[in-house]
Structure formats: C-alpha cells, structure tokens
C-alpha cells in the first residue's frame, strides 16, 4: 500500500520568503507527526496531530512556524519569512491506535534556505 | 532536560559479523522503547520495539536489550550484511498511545565488505 508521502522533496528558498511543506498520511491513520533534522543530527519533534486537532504544539521553534491538518488527513507545515537556520529536512510521520503505534515515515522534505 | 543520548556516533563492522549499537537514556518515566534505521536520503523506517516491562525482543536478525537499572538500550544485528549500513536511532516514548518521540544523535553503522 501507499506509504507516507511528502512534496516537495527538494525546496530553496530565498531568506525571508515563506514556505509550504505539505505531508499525505497512511489512509486511516489517525496521528500525524511532524520532526525536522539537520544535518548529522537527530531528529526533533515539532508538532503532533491527533485528528485535525494538535494537543502538542511545543516542538515549534518559533512563531515562524505553524502547522493545520484538514479533514484528519494532508497536514501542512508553513514556515514564515524563512531565515537559514531553518535549512534542514522536515519528516512527516503517521501512526494509527493500534499497538505498536509505530510511526511510519515520508522521506522528507529537504529544504534549503540561502 | 532528559533526552536520549548514544555512546558512540560511528561504528564499523566487517560483514558477517555481529554489531551492537548503544543507547543510553535519562527519563525513567520512559514506557516505550523504539529503534528506527535510516538509510541515506530516506526518511527513518520501524525496526523493532520494546515496552519497559520487557527486558528482551528478539525479531528477524535484531535483538533488542532494555536494562532499566542503568537505563540503558541496546540493538544487536547478527550476521550483518551491507545492506545493514546506515544511521540507527534509538527512541523513547513516555506515553502509551500517539505520543512523540524523543530521538538520540544517531550512529552510524558501516558494514565492511
């Protein structure tokens, strides 16, 4: 079946423009998950959805930043006036309820600010 | 604030052999144990998991050993094959359900011919 799917794969951008990261979920799962990792580093959460609601928004670095899910499924990431320490590869994950709640993972979108 | 760490951010082992990557961890409210390989330009992909009452998982090639005494997490691939190079993760989760996940650094695994 489809895994999780992630456009762009690729994105430069100018400092200061903004930009959408969009992220398509497994069918039917019901928990999204945003991380971002730079480079030779782990990864580090940024925002988790359940549904179109996100009870854990405390990863987001700043107000910059700024994430929706709509009808429990396609999320976006929106960066705002984009600085370059913002370059790194954002990976989108999904999970339904069942155990193990194994997060699957997109192959991220990797984005470069100059 | 708590995370989880690794020991050593490279290793090489000759094909055939076995490996063991590290992982320690400082939050002992942590339920949920996960390792998670990623290849070059991919993002990570599930390997094997571990609930805090276990102490032993065994899967396909991967063990994995929870020592909660000294909080410390362990991957073992046996007869490892070049296909196994790539940068494992440890991970830990402190709920029961959808929860985020706390990533260590990483290591780098390389498999020499």
């Known amino acids: 079946g489809a895994g999780v799917s992630q456009s762009p794969s690729n994105k430069v951008t100018e400092k200061g423009k903004d930009v959408e990261l969009r992220c398509d979920p497994i069918?039917?799962?019901?928990?999204l998950y945003w991380y971002r990792q730079s480079l030779g580093q782990g990864l580090e959460f940024l925002i988790y959805f359940q549904g179109n609601s996100a009870p854990d928004k405390s990863g987001l670095p700043s107000d910059r930043f700024s994430a929706e899910r709509t009808g429990g499924s396609v999320s976006t990431l929106t960066i705002q006036r984009t600085q370059q320490e913002d370059s790194a590869v954002y990976l989108c994950?999904?999970?339904?309820?069942?155990?193990?709640?194994?997060?699957?993972f997109g192959p991220g979108t990797r984005l470069t600010v100059t | 604030g708590e995370s989880v760490g690794l020991h050593l951010p490279t290793l090489s082992v000759q094909e055939g052999d076995n490996s063991i990557i590290n992982c320690a961890y400082s939050?002992?409210?942590?339920?949920?144990f996960i390792w998670y390989k990623q290849e070059s330009g991919k993002g990570p992909q599930f390997i094997i998991d571990?609930?805090?009452?276990?102490d032993k998982r065994q899967g396909q090639r991967v063990t994995v050993l929870l020592n909660k005494t000294v909080k410390h997490l362990s991957l073992q691939i046996a007869a490892t094959q070049p296909g196994d190079s790539a940068v494992y993760f440890c991970?830990?989760?402190?709920?029961?359900?959808?929860?985020?996940?706390?990533f260590g650094t990483g290591t780098r695994l390389t498999i020499i011919p």
């Open positions: 991970a830990e989760n402190m709920g029961f359900g959808n929860e985020k996940l706390t």
């Open positions: 069918s039917g799962h019901t928990a």
């Open positions: 939050n002992s409210a942590s339920d949920y």
């Open positions: 994950a999904s999970s339904s309820r069942d155990w193990p709640y194994e997060q699957y």
């Open positions: 571990i609930r805090s009452n276990m």
